[in-house]
C-alpha cells in the first residue's frame, strides 16, 4: 500500500494498483464511496469485510469486469480502459461464480487461462503445454487433467481455478475467497504456497478472505486502511533498503502446493 512507499525503495515498489476517489453504486445504491489507496509491488494485501460490504464488487472493477461510477483505477500505471496487459494479472472469481456444467477438461481450463483477452484464437504450442502441466504440477491436479471440471469436488475445482490464475506466471494475483469449499489440511498447504509465492516469487497479491486468523498471522492485527466496512491488511515481503534481492526467480515447476520444501529463511 501507498504507506509503504519510500525514498530508498521507490524504484521498485511501484504502483501495481492504484484505485483514486472510486466509488460505485448498484441502482443508485452506494457500494463504495470515494475509495483510495495503491498496492504496491510486492504488497500482499488482505481485504476483510462483513458480507456486502464490497469486497467482491472492489475486485471486479480491478479486473475490467464492471466500471466505477466514478474514480479511477489504474493497472501498473495504466488507465483501466487502455490497459491490455491481462497476462500479468491472475483473477480466480468466487467459487460459487461457475457454472458447474460447463463441458471442459482440467487440462482445457488450465490452458484457457493463456489464452488472455487479447489471443483468445491462438493456437497451443509445445511452450504453452508445458506451462500448463508446471500449474497443474504446482497445484496438484495432474492426475485430474483429463477429467470434467464439472465432474471434481469443490476444492478440486478451486484447485484447477488457481493453476488456471498462474498460468502466465502474474504478476498480480487477485483471489476472491480461494479456500472455500477447500479442507482445513489443503487450506493451510494453499497458504504456506501464497507465502511462499509472495516472499520467494516476487508476486504482489489482494486476496479476499474471511480466514481472518489466516489473515492476521500472515499480516498483523492492524489494518494498514480502513474505509466504510472495508480493512485492508498489509505486509510487504522485505525492508525498503533491500530492494536489490534477487533469489526470486524460481520458475512455477518448484511450487507444489503440499509438501514441497520453503526455505527457512521465508518461514
Ligand atoms: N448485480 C448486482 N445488482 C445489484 N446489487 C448487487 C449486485 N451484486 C452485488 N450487489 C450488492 O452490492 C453489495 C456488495 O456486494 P459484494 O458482492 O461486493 O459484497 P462482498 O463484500 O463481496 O460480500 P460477501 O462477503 O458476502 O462475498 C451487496 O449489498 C450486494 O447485495
Known amino acids: ?19 483514486d476517489n472510486v466509488s460505485f453504486q448498484y441502482e443508485q445504491r452506494n457500494v463504495l464511496d470515494r ?24 475486485l471486479r472493477m480491478i479486473v475490467g469486469l464492471i466500471k466505477p461510477t466514478s474514480g479511477e483505477i489504474r493497472l ?7 490497459f491490455r496487459d491481462w497476462e500479468r494479472i491472475g483473477y480466480v472469481p468466487q467459487k460459487n461464480a461457475f ?8 487440462r482445457e481450463v488450465v490452458l484457457s487461462g493463456l489464452y488472455g483477452r487479447k489471443k483468445l484464437f491462438r493456437r497451443m504450442n509445445k511452450d504453452d503445454l508445458r506451462k500448463c502441466d508446471d500449474a497443474m504440477h504446482a497445484l496438484r ?13 469443490g476444492g478440486q475445482q478451486q484447485r484447477v481455478f488457481l493453476a488456471r490464475a498462474l498460468v502466465n506466471n502474474p ?12 479442507d482445513s489440511e489443503t487450506q493451510e498447504s494453499f497458504f504456506h504456497m501464497i507465502r511462499h509465492m509472495h516472499q520467494r516469487h516476487n508476486i504482489t497479491f489482494l486476496m479476499v478472505s474471511h480466514d481472518i486468523d489466516m489473515m492476521h498471522a500472515y499480516l498483523g492485527y492492524e489494518p494498514a486502511h480502513t474505509s466504510g466496512k472495508l480493512k485492508f491488511y498489509v505486509k510487504h515481503t522485505h525492508e525498503l533498503d533491500n530492494c536489490a534481492e534477487t533469489n ?8 507444489r502446493l503440499a509438501g ?4 527457512a529463511a521465508v518461514r
Open 141 to 153: 491436479i495432474e492426475e485430474l487433467a483429463d477429467r470434467r471440471i464439472g465432474r471434481l469436488s
Open 35 to 58: 475509495l483510495s489507496f495503491d498496492i504496491l509491488q510486492r504488497d500482499f494485501v488482505g481485504l476483510i469485510g462483513s458480507n456486502g460490504a464490497g469486497k467482491t464488487t472492489l
Open 1 to 19: 500500500m501507498q504507506q509503504s512507499i519510500g525514498p530508498a525503495g521507490a524504484h521498485c515498489h511501484l504502483p501495481v494498483v492504484s484505485v
Open 248 to 255: 526470486l526467480a524460481h520458475s512455477l515447476r518448484d511450487l
Open 76 to 82: 501498473f500505471g495504466t488507465p483501466l480502459g487502455q
Open 171 to 182: 504478476e498480480l494475483l487477485i483471489l476472491d475467497e480461494p479456500t472455500v469449499g477447500i
Open 260 to 263: 514441497f520444501e520453503e526455505p
Open 99 to 106: 457454472n458447474p456444467l460447463f463441458p471442459a477438461t482440467v
